[in-house]
């Protein structure tokens, strides 16, 4: 089944405290792109990656890294979070076609304290 | 970074009505894309629109591409209860800035019985 990926689905975690968040997408994708939902703010875009080794910040960049090692993995780090990182985390995946179409995992409910 | 403005925020409908929702750039786009998220769950893409005054259709849904590339409609024909969830437009600027997506705010559509 095509999907997209990700882990943890809950995390609740501390101020400070490394964390990663895996995605992963089965579908070999060229584009992939992290993304924040708040509410009243939709969706906003953290980075995004055109290929292995290609990414790029997106409008809400920073407290965040990401990696593109391999073609299907695109992890979210936040090397120190803070509060106002709590939030819900969304990976996306697309080929470099036309279409456009973004295709969204299930999301990672975020809470720092 | 671009914004997209969607109105309305929300929502609130009989069964049976039909619905309207629209965004609008103070920026050109050269692909609009309307999702659905359906509640504990990511984007799902509804309809694309891919060139000015485009008009597409998807069962009871309708959407348009506006003629000056900055805004674009979606309408929901006969609702029933299960169109319940958040709409978003997305714009995509093109093949210079391929990676980068930019979503509106959401508009939350509530269906009574």
């Known amino acids: 089944e095509a999907q997209v990926t990700q882990n943890p689905r809950y995390l609740i975690t501390v101020t400070g405290k490394k964390l990663t968040v895996t995605c992963s997408q089965n579908?070999?994708?060229?584009?992939m792109s992290w993304y924040r939902q708040d509410p009243g703010l939709g969706l906003r875009q953290i980075y995004y990656?055109?290929?292995?080794?290609?990414?790029d910040k997106g409008d809400v960049p920073e407290g965040y890294k990401v990696s593109r090692k391999e073609k299907r993995n695109f992890p979210l780090i936040l090397e120190s979070p803070s509060p106002n990182q709590t939030s819900l985390y969304f990976c996306?995946?697309?080929?470099?076609?036309?279409?456009?179409?973004?295709?969204f995992g299930p999301g990672t409910r975020l809470t720092v304290t | 970074g671009q914004q997209l403005n969607q109105s309305p925020q929300s929502m609130f409908i009989q069964e049976g009505e039909d619905v309207s929702m629209n965004c609008t750039s103070s920026?050109?786009?050269?692909?609009w894309l309307w999702y659905k998220q359906d509640p504990g769950e990511g984007p799902v893409l509804l309809i694309a629109?891919?060139?000015?005054?485009e008009l597409t259709s998807n069962g009871r849904l309708t959407a348009q591409f506006g003629i000056t590339r900055k805004d674009s409609f979606l309408n929901i024909s006969a609702s029933i209860p299960s169109d319940v969830g958040i709409y978003f437009c997305?714009?995509?600027?093109?093949?210079?800035?391929?990676?980068?997506?930019?979503f509106g705010d959401g508009t939350t559509l509530t269906v009574k019985p």
């Open positions: 996306a995946s697309r080929t470099r076609t036309h279409s456009y179409e973004q295709y």
């Open positions: 579908m070999n994708h060229e584009y």
């Open positions: 990656s055109m290929n292995v080794e290609v990414t």
């Open positions: 920026s050109i786009f050269n692909t």
């Open positions: 629109l891919y060139k000015a005054g």
């Open positions: 997305a714009g995509q600027s093109g093949s210079t800035n391929a990676g980068k997506s930019t």
